[in-house]
């Protein structure tokens, strides 16, 4: 029986030990230290062929000719594929508009673009035979801005749309338009005694896995393939890959191999179909795996933002009311810009309460690359915004940014722009002070008698200061994030729970198809069956595709709907084995058909503690099997005219606060700590929520100081395509991040929980920004912060 | 080419090895040791770190010829290597690797599908009781430069671990739990002297 989005019951005081609650260590991590645990890129299969993917030199060109008769002349190359080889009418996929060619069909739309596909027996030979293939590009104007997409003679990006955003969209250059309209904000602006309004720019970011994409394609003897491969959600793969190839979903099968981390950039296809057809056109075994600089091309990006802002207060600090207009830039492909659209609007207020609003996000069609889901998807861009207002309003008032915050601050009650009531706790203001409240890392280390260790200055060892025009700067910000898939999506997962006796012992097997990608779901699921089964021994099987969808690693949302699935599971497993435990031994005791009765520590007991007996007795000669679909609570589209409806499933809230110091001669920046609070509803493993909290947390800070694609405005194509050049953070880079985790339970989650991965990833970036201003006295409205915008060279 | 090395104890050989592969190359692709990581191939995220002759480095910018002769420890290795070290006679785990001692010992063979059982290094344990592995992906690396800063420096400060672990990069952890690893393995190395 799937529950639709009840309100789900807390078990209260497992006596299971390794359940909910505790910090049990991850399943895989001894596979992980020892270097056995098999990631996509290390597949191995007897006689397999590598694939090489020739990508486009330009970003927007007609292509006149393709040439692939020299590559397939080489010695090792098996098979040379481009457009005029795709087995079937279908050539295109996307996760919500199919507008993205498997290989490029005379046009390409951005640099990278895949246009043909290689098979050798050496990664090089098939690398050496791609360069051989000559390809002729008659170039076209690049579309590059809001400017450029929406002039009135702008080349189309694509022509004829017919996807189901193109009726209601102001240009054909334009994805998708979510406007939120809520009270008045002319009659509103009557009663603001000040008037802020900025413009911002927030940078390109990558997710810079670690992980490449990569994969193993077998050819399979019923025609069909097996595909080994790194993803966030192997059914939504699957769903664009079967099509493609021509064959049923059946006859693709999908096994998730080890995948080393997503952050979204996942969501979106990558060397998946590429593989299988060159699996399938030699029938062979088929490795692609991509190097660093092709991964920089291989994936979607952060969609980088131009955001514009007007907030009116009173003079007692009261928020009047907000209008914004925000423009993210999707790139070629629409990938999942139509909901980071609907999330950039439903989130531009922040967690503040603003009754009257005028609120517009628009995503772009251009020839940058294209852009999609990135941890925080939307609301990470609004976030920087609109705390850089929040503060540029306290100064104009004379208040403390905290103070004037916690006055604005939503709480549980509090209508969003949407209309929709934020139905659990939404805890801002106590988050803001848990953060302000703790204690301040030593200040003036280089004045002090042992004197500052060079490496923890800006510079570091470089040695380009030992405190000389070093200034501290303090910041603080906040932001909210909505958790699972948003406007209506049937958002469900799906998990299969198996109970049975071997040697002795009651055993769990837990099978979804949910993504591992490094966030512990795995661990997490253990424990859920734990606490509900009352057994120590779970093995989790294999993600794949033999068992139902359990939707993706993203929007925070895997321990809320495939823990809460699994969770569902367990429990319609624990009726079943109720039921064998009363026929075999009910006649035994009346507490069988009268008590309430719970699993816990392998044994059957009642709620008042009562052993009934012993959970191998009751199973053995037993196998209890139950595959089941669970949902949460429906959500409603947006409105295309006012954005009103009850679009989100839950929210999620953290703060942090940064102490960063600055050399104002260089410009170099040191950020010394980055503390946190977030309210995670219920911590189900504590280490992992305070490990994903911190890494979230690093990622932001990462896109505050040094992370940025560059694209050239000319010629749209990217600068930097490599960790030499595109810098993410480092050990020496991330400071100390104390963490303070609140429990405030939402019923409507299982057990409280409330999805964590992504709101640290918010309020880092405008945190660290807030600090690099109050050091500097800069009003900084562009992130990342380069050292020339510090130094007045940029 | 045909190459001749050492790694983890075992001689190995690869046979029709371009001469344009990497040492990282030959041992994932060629000896099935897949352990050593491929996130950058090009030297800037740690996460291929091996001992070449007892010095870390990154085994995509070794060149696999230049391995010939030579001894390599990788991360599979890793237990083996770190036992071998702590029945050296060296108590303080300080007195780093010798060439000699690095040809002299052998690393056990592994098997096991779920890892169970497996005797681990300090720092691999440290590594999963400080929940400093997430993805996983930097792992190897990271294990292997923890491991020989350990060894030439048992009380590392914050800063020593910083400065050492600053050519491998971690995506998913912000590196709070690496650093809450790293302490921890050299504090539980020094109860035990």
């Given at each position: 029986?799937?529950?639709?989005?009840?309100p789900?019951?807390?078990?209260?005081g497992?006596q299971?030990?390794?359940?909910?609650?505790?910090?049990?260590?991850?399943?895989d991590?001894?596979?992980?230290?020892?270097g056995e645990?098999?990631?996509?890129?290390d597949?191995?299969?007897?006689?397999?062929?590598w694939?090489?993917?020739?990508?486009s030199?330009?970003?927007?060109?007609e292509?006149v000719s393709?040439d692939i008769?020299?590559?397939?002349?080489?010695?090792?190359?098996?098979?040379?594929?481009?457009?005029?080889?795709?087995?079937?009418?279908?050539?295109?996929?996307?996760?919500?508009?199919?507008d993205?060619p498997?290989?490029?069909?005379?046009?390409?739309?951005h640099?990278?673009?895949?246009?043909a596909?290689?098979?050798?027996?050496?990664?090089?030979t098939a690398?050496r035979?791609?360069?051989?293939?000559?390809?002729?590009?008659?170039?076209?104007?690049?579309i590059?801005?809001?400017?450029?997409?929406?002039?009135p003679d702008?080349?189309?990006?694509?022509e004829n749309?017919d996807?189901?955003?193109a009726?209601?969209v102001?240009h054909p250059n334009?994805?998708?338009?979510?406007?939120?309209?809520r009270g008045?904000?002319?009659e509103?602006r009557?009663?603001?005694?000040?008037?802020?309004e900025?413009e911002?720019?927030?940078?390109?970011?990558?997710?810079?896995?670690?992980?490449?994409?990569s994969?193993?394609a077998?050819?399979?003897?019923?025609?069909?393939?097996?595909?080994?491969?790194?993803?966030?959600?192997?059914h939504?793969?699957?769903?664009?890959?079967?099509p493609?190839?021509?064959?049923?979903?059946?006859?693709?099968?999908?096994?998730l191999?080890?995948?080393?981390?997503?952050?979204?950039g996942?969501?979106?296809?990558?060397?998946?179909?590429?593989a299988?057809?060159?699996?399938l056109?030699t029938g062979k075994?088929?490795?692609?795996v991509?190097n660093?600089f092709?991964?920089?091309?291989?994936?979607?990006?952060?969609?980088?933002a131009?955001?514009y802002?007007?907030?009116?207060?009173?003079k007692?600090?009261?928020?009047?009311?907000?209008?914004?207009?925000?423009?993210?830039d999707?790139?070629?492909?629409?990938?999942a810009?139509?909901?980071?659209?609907?999330?950039?609007?439903s989130?531009?207020v922040?967690?503040?309460?603003?009754d009257?609003?005028d609120?517009?996000?628009?995503a772009?069609?251009?020839?940058?690359p294209p852009?999609?889901?990135?941890?925080?998807?939307?609301?990470?861009q609004?976030?920087?915004?609109?705390?850089?207002?929040?503060d540029?309003?306290?100064?104009?008032?004379?208040?403390?940014?905290?103070?004037?915050?916690?006055?604005?601050?939503?709480?549980?009650?509090t209508?969003m722009?949407t209309?929709?009531?934020?139905?659990?706790?939404?805890?801002?203001?106590e988050l803001?002070?848990?953060?302000k409240?703790?204690?301040?890392?030593?200040?003036?280390?280089w004045?002090?008698?042992e004197?500052?260790?060079?490496?923890?200055l800006?510079?570091?060892?470089?040695n380009?200061?030992?405190?000389?025009?070093?200034v501290?700067?303090?910041?603080?910000?906040?932001g909210?994030?909505?958790?699972g898939f948003?406007?209506?999506?049937?958002?469900?997962?799906?998990a299969?729970v198996?109970?049975?006796v071997?040697?002795?012992?009651?055993?769990?097997?837990?099978?979804?198809?949910?993504?591992?990608?490094?966030?512990?779901?795995?661990?997490?699921?253990?424990?859920?069956?734990?606490?509900?089964?009352?057994?120590?021994?779970v093995?989790?099987h294999?993600?794949?595709?033999q068992v139902?969808?359990?939707g993706?690693?993203?929007?925070?949302?895997?321990?809320?709907v495939t823990?809460g699935?699994?969770k569902n599971?367990?429990?319609?497993v624990?009726?079943?084995?109720?039921?064998?435990?009363?026929?075999?031994?009910?006649?035994?005791?009346?507490?069988w058909?009268?008590?309430?009765?719970?699993?816990?520590?392998?044994?059957v007991?009642?709620?008042?503690g009562?052993?009934?007996?012993?959970?191998?007795?009751?199973?053995?000669g037993?196998?209890?099997?139950i595959?089941?679909?669970?949902?949460?609570?429906?959500?409603?589209?947006?409105?295309?005219?006012?954005?009103q409806g009850?679009?989100?499933?839950?929210?999620s809230f953290?703060?942090?606060r940064?102490?960063?110091?600055?050399?104002?001669?260089l410009g170099?920046?040191?950020?010394i700590e980055?503390?946190?609070?977030?309210?995670?509803?219920?911590a189900?493993?504590?280490?992992?929520v305070?490990?994903?909290?911190q890494?979230?947390t690093?990622?932001?800070?990462?896109v505050?100081?040094?992370?940025?694609?560059?694209?050239?405005?000319?010629?749209?194509?990217?600068?930097?395509p490599?960790?030499t050049?595109y810098?993410i953070?480092?050990?020496?880079?991330?400071?100390t991040?104390p963490?303070?985790?609140?429990?405030?339970?939402?019923?409507?989650?299982?057990?409280?929980?409330?999805?964590?991965?992504?709101?640290?990833?918010?309020?880092?970036?405008?945190?660290v920004?807030?600090?690099?201003?109050?050091?500097?006295?800069?009003?900084l409205?562009?992130t990342?912060?380069?050292?020339?915008h510090?130094?007045?060279?940029? | 080419?045909?190459?001749?090395f050492?790694?983890?104890?075992r001689?190995?050989?690869?046979d029709?090895?371009w001469?344009?592969?990497s040492?990282?190359y030959?041992?994932r692709?060629?000896?099935g040791?897949?352990?050593?990581?491929?996130?950058c191939?090009?030297?800037?995220?740690?996460?291929?770190t091996v001992?070449?002759?007892?010095v870390?480095?990154?085994s995509?910018?070794?060149?696999a010829?230049?391995?010939e002769?030579?001894?390599?420890?990788t991360?599979?290795g890793?237990?083996d290597?770190?036992?071998q070290r702590?029945?050296?006679g060296?108590a303080?785990?300080?007195?780093?690797t010798?060439?000699?001692?690095?040809?002299q010992?052998?690393a056990k063979?592994?098997?096991?599908q779920?890892?169970?059982?497996?005797?681990?290094s300090?720092i691999?344990?440290a590594f999963i009781?400080?929940?400093?592995?997430?993805?996983?992906?930097?792992?190897?690396?990271?294990?292997?430069?923890?491991?020989?800063l350990?060894?030439?420096?048992?009380?590392p400060?914050?800063a020593d671990?910083?400065e050492?672990?600053s050519?491998?990069?971690?995506r998913?952890?912000?590196?709070?739990k690496?650093m809450?690893?790293?302490?921890?393995?050299?504090?539980?190395?020094?109860?035990?002297v």
């Amino acid at each position: 029986m799937p529950t639709n989005g009840a309100p789900t019951k807390i078990t209260q005081g497992s006596q299971t030990k390794g359940g909910i609650g505790e910090s049990t260590l991850r399943p895989d991590g001894t596979l992980k230290v020892t270097g056995e645990f098999a990631y996509s890129s290390d597949m191995w299969h007897e006689d397999m062929l590598w694939g090489q993917i020739l990508r486009s030199t330009v970003a927007h060109a007609e292509i006149v000719s393709i040439d692939i008769s020299e590559a397939l002349a080489m010695a090792g190359v098996y098979a040379v594929l481009t457009y005029d080889d795709l087995p079937t009418e279908v050539k295109n996929y996307g996760l919500e508009i199919q507008d993205t060619p498997v290989l490029a069909h005379g046009k390409v739309r951005h640099h990278g673009e895949p246009v043909a596909l290689v098979a050798a027996d050496h990664p090089e030979t098939a690398r050496r035979a791609a360069a051989k293939i000559k390809v002729d590009y008659r170039e076209l104007p690049v579309i590059t801005d809001e400017a450029s997409a929406t002039a009135p003679d702008a080349i189309l990006v694509h022509e004829n749309r017919d996807d189901h955003h193109a009726g209601h969209v102001p240009h054909p250059n334009i994805v998708h338009r979510q406007p939120i309209i809520r009270g008045n904000v002319e009659e509103a602006r009557k009663r603001a005694d000040v008037i802020v309004e900025g413009e911002y720019t927030f940078g390109m970011q990558d997710q810079a896995f670690l992980g490449p994409e990569s994969g193993l394609a077998v050819p399979e003897e019923d025609g069909g393939v097996h595909l080994y491969v790194a993803t966030q959600w192997l059914h939504s793969d699957l769903k664009q890959i079967a099509p493609v190839l021509g064959l049923p979903e059946e006859k693709v099968r999908m096994t998730l191999s080890g995948v080393g981390g997503a952050f979204g950039g996942r969501e979106d296809l990558s060397m998946q179909i590429h593989a299988c057809l060159l699996a399938l056109r030699t029938g062979k075994p088929v490795k692609i795996v991509y190097n660093r600089f092709e991964s920089f091309f291989g994936h979607v990006h952060r969609h980088p933002a131009k955001l514009y802002y007007e907030h009116g207060a009173t003079k007692d600090g009261k928020l009047t009311h907000m209008k914004c207009k925000i423009v993210l830039d999707g790139g070629a492909y629409a990938s999942a810009s139509p909901a980071v659209v609907g999330n950039a609007s439903s989130l531009s207020v922040g967690p503040y309460v603003v009754d009257d609003v005028d609120i517009e996000a628009i995503a772009l069609y251009s020839n940058n690359p294209p852009c999609g889901a990135m941890r925080g998807f939307g609301a990470v861009q609004a976030c920087f915004a609109y705390e850089a207002q929040m503060d540029k309003l306290a100064k104009k008032l004379g208040m403390d940014p905290v103070e004037f915050r916690q006055l604005n601050a939503m709480e549980q009650g509090t209508i969003m722009p949407t209309g929709q009531p934020v139905d659990s706790p939404a805890p801002v203001a106590e988050l803001l002070r848990r953060v302000k409240a703790m204690p301040m890392p030593p200040e003036r280390q280089w004045e002090s008698s042992e004197g500052a260790d060079v490496r923890q200055l800006p510079g570091g060892l470089s040695n380009t200061t030992h405190g000389e025009n070093v200034v501290r700067g303090v910041g603080i910000a906040v932001g909210i994030k909505n958790v699972g898939f948003s406007e209506g999506f049937d958002d469900y997962s799906t998990a299969k729970v198996r109970m049975e006796v071997i040697g002795g012992e009651p055993v769990v097997t837990v099978h979804t198809a949910m993504a591992e990608v490094g966030q512990g779901g795995v661990t997490v699921h253990a424990q859920i069956a734990r606490t509900e089964l009352g057994v120590t021994q779970v093995t989790i099987h294999p993600a794949d595709t033999q068992v139902g969808s359990a939707g993706s690693t993203s929007a925070s949302r895997q321990t809320y709907v495939t823990g809460g699935a699994v969770k569902n599971t367990c429990e319609l497993v624990r009726e079943k084995v109720l039921e064998i435990g009363r026929r075999k031994f009910g006649s035994y005791h009346p507490a069988w058909a009268t008590a309430e009765l719970l699993l816990e520590g392998g044994k059957v007991v009642t709620d008042g503690g009562e052993v009934l007996g012993d959970l191998a007795d009751v199973l053995e000669g037993e196998v209890v099997e139950i595959e089941e679909e669970w949902r949460h609570r429906p959500t409603e589209a947006f409105d295309l005219r006012t954005g009103q409806g009850n679009g989100h499933v839950q929210y999620s809230f953290a703060a942090h606060r940064a102490v960063v110091e600055v050399d104002t001669e260089l410009g170099l920046v040191k950020v010394i700590e980055l503390a946190c609070a977030q309210d995670v509803g219920k911590a189900l493993n504590p280490l992992s929520v305070v490990g994903q909290i911190q890494g979230g947390t690093t990622q932001g800070l990462g896109v505050a100081v040094m992370e940025e694609i560059i694209v050239d405005p000319k010629t749209a194509k990217v600068r930097n395509p490599s960790f030499t050049d595109y810098l993410i953070p480092t050990i020496l880079d991330t400071p100390t991040i104390p963490v303070d985790v609140l429990e405030l339970a939402d019923d409507h989650a299982p057990y409280g929980l409330r999805g964590i991965g992504e709101a640290p990833t918010l309020s880092s970036t405008p945190a660290v920004l807030a600090a690099i201003r109050n050091a500097t006295g800069l009003e900084l409205n562009r992130t990342p912060v380069r050292p020339e915008h510090l130094t007045g060279t940029a | 080419m045909r190459v001749n090395f050492t790694v983890n104890g075992r001689p190995q050989e690869a046979d029709d090895v371009w001469e344009g592969e990497s040492l990282l190359y030959v041992l994932r692709e060629r000896l099935g040791l897949p352990g050593s990581k491929n996130a950058c191939e090009q030297g800037e995220c740690g996460s291929c770190t091996v001992r070449l002759d007892g010095v870390p480095v990154c085994s995509c910018l070794v060149a696999a010829g230049q391995a010939e002769g030579r001894d390599v420890v990788t991360v599979e290795g890793l237990a083996d290597f770190a036992k071998q070290r702590a029945e050296g006679g060296c108590a303080s785990g300080a007195c780093g690797t010798t060439l000699q001692d690095a040809q002299q010992w052998k690393a056990k063979g592994t098997d096991s599908q779920t890892g169970e059982g497996t005797e681990l290094s300090p720092i691999q344990q440290a590594f999963i009781d400080a929940g400093a592995v997430q993805c996983g992906f930097c792992t190897p690396g990271l294990l292997v430069a923890s491991d020989e800063l350990l060894e030439r420096n048992p009380n590392p400060s914050d800063a020593d671990i910083r400065e050492a672990l600053s050519g491998n990069l971690c995506r998913c952890t912000g590196y709070e739990k690496i650093m809450d690893a790293v302490r921890l393995a050299a504090a539980r190395q020094s109860e035990e002297v």
